[in-house]
């Protein structure tokens, strides 16, 4: 099984575009070659996932209509929703200021968790100290 440092592989050139030079260029990777994106639904801000994109995996997340992920433990590209059915239909993207992350507003369709939950952070609580209300 690949390692989580294992580098993605390359697209095929034949395969068609690759990412636009200007978004490449902004963009930040870690070692392995891969940015963060969040992915939020578009219409109530509630976040729903985390996963990693290479530039491959942008590409078609920006160019499909369809979030398109880069798997570290598979070492491959998938698409949500190609098994489950619970689809992410990209309604916006942005980068972040310093370019090491992307967050990817969808429209999601069922549970955006692999364990059924509609996101991946549903009953997953730590316990925390807060601070102070900052409208005061």
């Known amino acids: ?27 930040k990777r870690d070692p392995a070659g891969l940015v963060a994106a969040v992915i939020q639904q578009h219409d109530s ?17 920006l160019t499909t209509g369809r979030v398109t992920f880069f798997s570290r433990s598979r070492n491959a590209y998938w698409r949500k929703g190609d098994t489950s ?12 200021c310093d370019g090491d992350a992307l967050l990817i507003r969808v429209d999601q369709v069922g549970a955006a968790c692999h364990t059924g939950t509609r996101t991946c952070f549903d009953g997953r609580d730590l316990d925390v100290v807060t601070g102070p209300d900052s409208s005061h």
């Open 1 to 27: 099984m690949p390692s989580q440092t294992d580098t993605p592989p390359a697209p095929d050139s034949s395969a068609g575009p690759t990412l636009d030079p200007q978004i490449a260029g902004a963009l």
């Open 45 to 61: 801000g509630e976040v729903l996932m985390l996963g990693w994109m290479d530039d491959e995996a942008v590409r078609r997340t």
């Open 85 to 96: 059915g619970h689809v992410q239909w990209v309604k916006s993207a942005a980068i972040d």
